[in-house]
């Protein structure tokens, strides 16, 4: 039997029929593996937390390698040691703190309303680590990342990811040659908040200064360079107070 | 092959060369340049794009006699998405490492031409087994190019092959980097893809003056 597929109504009835067999499996899909996916997401974080206290798997140069997903629940337990929610001036202890979405508190924070600020504090080889966690835009998408900073206010290691950089390009902010760079750089400049600039040009690829606020910069990745700037500036913005109360103890 | 016939075989065979999807139909072109600074990128690109297109073909093949005309293109577009979307969340669920890898590449697939092409030129006329060959036989003409020009980006851009320092290293000046070498920066720009792609087709039609379009 021929179908005339050229009729109107058919071509209506189709599209409708195919809306409905489409959304029934992507929402069948998603409602029967979102548990999996949480829990792999949880994961990560906690994997992302203890990669830039330095809490990893590297083995000398080469590729990023984390605490492996059996172990990292229990890893994250022993290292971390407080997690802390900042709203203004209220300091709350939360052990979910970490699972706080950096996204929606940074739009708050924007908007002029008090946000939910979550920060970790690790404890490794008696040394301190304040692990902050950071949201910013790079050039396609999202990129978001965490950083450890110890109570001089100096880097101790970042993890950066994204959404949806250019592969070879701005992908590139996951690879540990970029980010070894950030360790032992400071946030601040004499006393004064600062940030850290990814530059051009500022000869210095092997990024041997580590007082000038300044990496090397990716080539052919400005714009996700420059978000990543932005990302670190904007988000440590949030926590200035509390980091003045750490660098002043 | 014993396997497939001989015209079945030429749906693989032609898009390796005369009937490449990129440097004679010049399909694909986009991803080709956005992705291919390095090599690795440009393997997992091309197998992810092997996957959806021999899996999408036999799906718009099987669904050939009842999709209406008018919406066609609407049909094809909604089931590359969903098969993406699919293989994105499995992977999600049970490869995490991978996904992360392949995430990228998402949006990449979907608007890739060469599936719309293949889609439109080929799985709307032809039944599924033909469709299957036509796209796994199209994928690996686009992977080809990919992996050539992934390579030389890769290498004469960066010095490495899928990481490894090849050429020794650039910063502590061994291997060929002792000679005085240096990196072409110009390589890890998309349009070097271009020259690099503009330069598999000088050669190619070079070797084969049939390519060559008279004016």
């Given at each position: 039997m021929a179908v005339n597929t050229d009729k109107n109504s058919y071509t209506v009835i189709f599209a409708a029929v195919m809306v409905v067999i489409v959304g029934s499996i992507l929402a069948f899909m998603s409602s029967s593996l979102k548990d999996r996916i949480t829990e792999n997401e949880r994961f990560e974080k906690q994997q992302n937390i203890l990669y830039a206290m330095g809490v990893n798997d590297n083995v000398d140069e080469g590729s990023v390698n984390f605490v492996s997903t059996d172990k990292v629940e229990g890893e994250f337990k022993s290292y971390i040691k407080e997690q802390l929610v900042i709203e203004g001036d209220k300091i709350t202890e939360n052990d979910e703190a970490y699972l706080i979405d950096m996204k929606k508190q940074m739009a708050l924070a924007a908007k002029g309303e008090t946000a939910k600020l979550p920060l970790m504090i690790g404890e490794k080889d008696g040394k301190k680590y304040y692990i902050i966690p950071m949201y910013g835009k790079g050039l396609w998408d999202a990129i978001w990342g965490f950083i450890a900073l110890d109570d001089k206010m100096i880097v101790q290691g970042v993890y950066f990811d994204h959404k949806g950089e250019t592969p070879g390009l701005g992908a590139n902010i996951k690879q540990r040659y970029f980010m070894d760079d950030f360790t032992g750089e400071s946030i601040l400049k004499g006393t004064e908040y600062a940030g850290i600039a990814v530059a051009k040009g500022n000869n210095d690829p092997l990024n041997n200064?580590?007082?000038?606020n300044e990496v090397d910069a990716l080539a052919g990745a400005t714009i996700t360079g420059n978000g990543v700037a932005a990302m670190i500036k904007e988000s440590l913005n949030l926590y200035k107070d509390y980091l003045q109360t750490v660098s002043a103890k | 092959m014993a396997l497939l016939t001989k015209k079945d075989a030429s749906l693989i065979t032609d898009p390796l060369a005369d009937n490449n999807p990129i440097t004679i139909q010049v399909l694909g072109i986009c991803s080709a340049l956005a992705i291919t600074a390095e090599l690795k990128a440009s393997i997992v690109m091309a197998v992810a794009v092997m996957f959806v297109l021999g899996l999408g073909n036999v799906v718009i093949s099987l669904m050939r006699n009842i999709i209406p005309s008018k919406i066609r293109i609407i049909v094809q577009l909604i089931v590359v998405a969903t098969l993406v979307i699919v293989v994105d969340q499995v992977l999600k669920a049970f490869a995490y490492e991978l996904s992360k890898t392949l995430s990228v590449f998402v949006g990449l697939i979907i608007t890739n031409c060469i599936i719309m092409g293949r889609f439109e030129a080929f799985a709307l006329a032809n039944g599924p087994w033909r469709s299957f060959l036509d796209g796994i036989g199209n994928s690996l003409g686009y992977g080809v190019i990919l992996i050539i020009v992934g390579f030389f980006r890769e290498l004469l851009?960066?010095?490495?092959?899928l990481g490894y320092k090849v050429l020794g290293d650039p910063i502590a000046k061994?291997?060929?980097?002792?000679?005085g070498y240096e990196n072409n920066g110009f390589m890890i720009i998309p349009p070097a893809a271009l020259i690099v792609v503009g330069i598999i087709i000088w050669v190619q039609r070079s070797r084969n003056p049939a390519l060559v379009e008279d004016n």
């Amino acid at each position: 039997m021929a179908v005339n597929t050229d009729k109107n109504s058919y071509t209506v009835i189709f599209a409708a029929v195919m809306v409905v067999i489409v959304g029934s499996i992507l929402a069948f899909m998603s409602s029967s593996l979102k548990d999996r996916i949480t829990e792999n997401e949880r994961f990560e974080k906690q994997q992302n937390i203890l990669y830039a206290m330095g809490v990893n798997d590297n083995v000398d140069e080469g590729s990023v390698n984390f605490v492996s997903t059996d172990k990292v629940e229990g890893e994250f337990k022993s290292y971390i040691k407080e997690q802390l929610v900042i709203e203004g001036d209220k300091i709350t202890e939360n052990d979910e703190a970490y699972l706080i979405d950096m996204k929606k508190q940074m739009a708050l924070a924007a908007k002029g309303e008090t946000a939910k600020l979550p920060l970790m504090i690790g404890e490794k080889d008696g040394k301190k680590y304040y692990i902050i966690p950071m949201y910013g835009k790079g050039l396609w998408d999202a990129i978001w990342g965490f950083i450890a900073l110890d109570d001089k206010m100096i880097v101790q290691g970042v993890y950066f990811d994204h959404k949806g950089e250019t592969p070879g390009l701005g992908a590139n902010i996951k690879q540990r040659y970029f980010m070894d760079d950030f360790t032992g750089e400071s946030i601040l400049k004499g006393t004064e908040y600062a940030g850290i600039a990814v530059a051009k040009g500022n000869n210095d690829p092997l990024n041997n200064t580590k007082d000038d606020n300044e990496v090397d910069a990716l080539a052919g990745a400005t714009i996700t360079g420059n978000g990543v700037a932005a990302m670190i500036k904007e988000s440590l913005n949030l926590y200035k107070d509390y980091l003045q109360t750490v660098s002043a103890k | 092959m014993a396997l497939l016939t001989k015209k079945d075989a030429s749906l693989i065979t032609d898009p390796l060369a005369d009937n490449n999807p990129i440097t004679i139909q010049v399909l694909g072109i986009c991803s080709a340049l956005a992705i291919t600074a390095e090599l690795k990128a440009s393997i997992v690109m091309a197998v992810a794009v092997m996957f959806v297109l021999g899996l999408g073909n036999v799906v718009i093949s099987l669904m050939r006699n009842i999709i209406p005309s008018k919406i066609r293109i609407i049909v094809q577009l909604i089931v590359v998405a969903t098969l993406v979307i699919v293989v994105d969340q499995v992977l999600k669920a049970f490869a995490y490492e991978l996904s992360k890898t392949l995430s990228v590449f998402v949006g990449l697939i979907i608007t890739n031409c060469i599936i719309m092409g293949r889609f439109e030129a080929f799985a709307l006329a032809n039944g599924p087994w033909r469709s299957f060959l036509d796209g796994i036989g199209n994928s690996l003409g686009y992977g080809v190019i990919l992996i050539i020009v992934g390579f030389f980006r890769e290498l004469l851009g960066s010095g490495t092959l899928l990481g490894y320092k090849v050429l020794g290293d650039p910063i502590a000046k061994t291997g060929l980097y002792a000679t005085g070498y240096e990196n072409n920066g110009f390589m890890i720009i998309p349009p070097a893809a271009l020259i690099v792609v503009g330069i598999i087709i000088w050669v190619q039609r070079s070797r084969n003056p049939a390519l060559v379009e008279d004016n």
